[in-house]
Structure formats: C-alpha cells, structure tokens
C-alpha cells in the first residue's frame, strides 16, 4: 500500500511541474509575439503617421456627402464649408484659430481607407470619399 501511495505522490509531482513549464513557455510565447491588430507603426522617437496619411477626403457615413478635406495646411469642413489651419505632430492633429491651438485629436488610425482620431469627446472613425 505504502507503493501506491509513493507511485501517486510521485505522480501527482511530475504533473505538477509539466503544467508549471508549460504556463511559462506560454507567457513566454504571448510576449515576444504582437497582435496585428495592435501592431505599432513606430519604435521610438519616429513619427507615427505623416501628413500624407491623414491628406485626402474624409466622410463619417453619416450623410452621402463628404465631411472633411484635410489639405497640406488647412481642413475643409465640407457642411459649413469653413476652413481652419491646422498643425500636425507625430500623432496629434492640432486645430488652429487665429495663430492660437484650441483643438487636440490624436490620430489612431491613418491608412489608404480609413482615419481614426480620438479625443476627450470619443473615438471617431472616417473613410476615404469615393464619387
């Protein structure tokens, strides 16, 4: 009986440690790889996106019609059809009025088809205007 009782300790112990080693190489594996979902752009002090990603015209899909035309220096707000100069640095599109920045968003996304941008007031998503 005392064999059993020796065989199942020893047992239990060996399966013990194979799911120990297992659990690390795990961890291990989920670190060194990134999800493409959240994969970053950048390393370092590089830019994120440049002016050229986010250049182009935009709708929100809330009507047929575009909402905004980001140009080398200036926005177009297609429904007012108000144009206001703007800044952009490494991630961050600044609005300015005047000489004087009143608006941050960081941009999220910028690629071919869409543009992301986030501020205190939420997410907003936007994709390229086709005819």
Not at 11 to 21: D, H, P, Y
Not at 38 to 67: C, M, R, Y
Not at 100 to 115: G, M, N, Q
Request: aromatic residues 12%.
């Amino acid at each position: 009986m005392k064999k059993i009782y020796t065989i199942f300790f020893v047992l239990l112990l060996i399966s013990c440690s194979v799911k120990e080693t297992e659990k690390e190489s795990g961890v291990q594996h989920q670190d060194s790889t990134t999800s493409p979902a959240v994969k970053p752009k950048h390393s370092g002090n590089q830019l994120l996106f440049t002016k050229e990603d986010i250049k182009g015209i935009w709708t929100s899909g809330e009507s047929e019609n575009a909402s905004i035309s980001i140009e080398e220096d200036s926005i177009l707000f297609v429904d007012t059809f108000e144009y206001l100069k703007y800044e952009f640095r490494n991630d961050t599109l600044i609005y300015i009025e005047e000489g004087v920045p009143f608006f941050k968003t960081r941009v999220i996304k910028a690629d071919k088809d869409s543009l992301v941008t986030s501020n205190e007031d939420g997410i907003r998503r936007l994709w390229r205007f086709k005819d």
